[in-house]
């Protein structure tokens, strides 16, 4: 097991190892939340020269291009971009939690409009979300990426 931040990048650049330079990763995740992990991930391979997209709530309509920025890292530009044949689907957890629009069966309608049939699925989330969820037993993922997380607080009396 790893840990930390360096766990969960180091896990995801192990997750595409065998995927070649210049292919098409399309992210999806709940707006707001999932949107800067989508960011640290894509930075975190920023030397594969991949093609980066951003599918706010597994709606093809709404995605958008991801570009790397000079001295700040990978964003998600307010450009519209294709999902549409991509190499690599990375489905953030955050589409299972109850309080958002999505479910399994969005997830996997989106995963058939935009996966190359050869397509690796990826799961990356927390606190076994995609499990609590049975969405295990729903998606076929190549790979689940699952972190934890545990919050302290310490305050100046």
Known sequence: MQRGITGLLDAF?????EVKDGAKVVFTGTIGVCTPFTELLA????NRNFEMVYVPNADVSKAKRMKFV?????C???EPADPKNADVVVVLGG????????????VLKF????CKPSAKVI????MNI????SWLSKIEFDTVINGTIDVEVKRKS
């Open 130 to 133: 995609f499990e609590r969820q």
């Open 76 to 78: 998600v530009a307010d």
């Open 95 to 106: 589409l299972a939690m109850p309080k958002y629009p999505c479910d399994a069966e969005d």
């Open 70 to 74: 000079e001295d700040i890292g990978y």
């Open 13 to 17: 650049r192990e997750s595409l190892e």
């Open 123 to 126: 799961g990356f989330c927390f």
């Open 111 to 114: 995963l058939r409009e935009v």
């Open 43 to 46: 930075y975190s391979v920023r």
